[in-house]
């Protein structure tokens, strides 16, 4: 688990890739109730590398409130 951490804090403001990420499956937690999710016509996330889904997750993800 540290390893990811790591690797995110020295990227910085760069993208990790979605192996680092450990983008996977989700469930309840999922990249389209992410803070970080920005839907377009490539759904996108502004810390993970390539285009991701609204129904998968990774372990950057943090819950967007306003969305239920």
Do not use: Q
Not at 6 to 13: I, K, R, T, W
Not at 40 to 45: M, P, R
């Amino acid at each position: 688990v540290l390893h990811w951490k790591m690797a995110v804090a020295e990227l910085g403001e760069r993208k990790v890739d979605r192996e680092t990420a450990g983008y996977s499956s989700g469930g309840a937690e999922r990249c389209g109730v992410c803070r970080n999710f920005i839907l377009s016509s490539g759904s996108v996330c502004p810390k993970v590398s390539g285009p991701v889904a609204p129904m998968m997750w990774c372990r950057l993800f943090e819950r967007n409130e306003a969305v239920s």
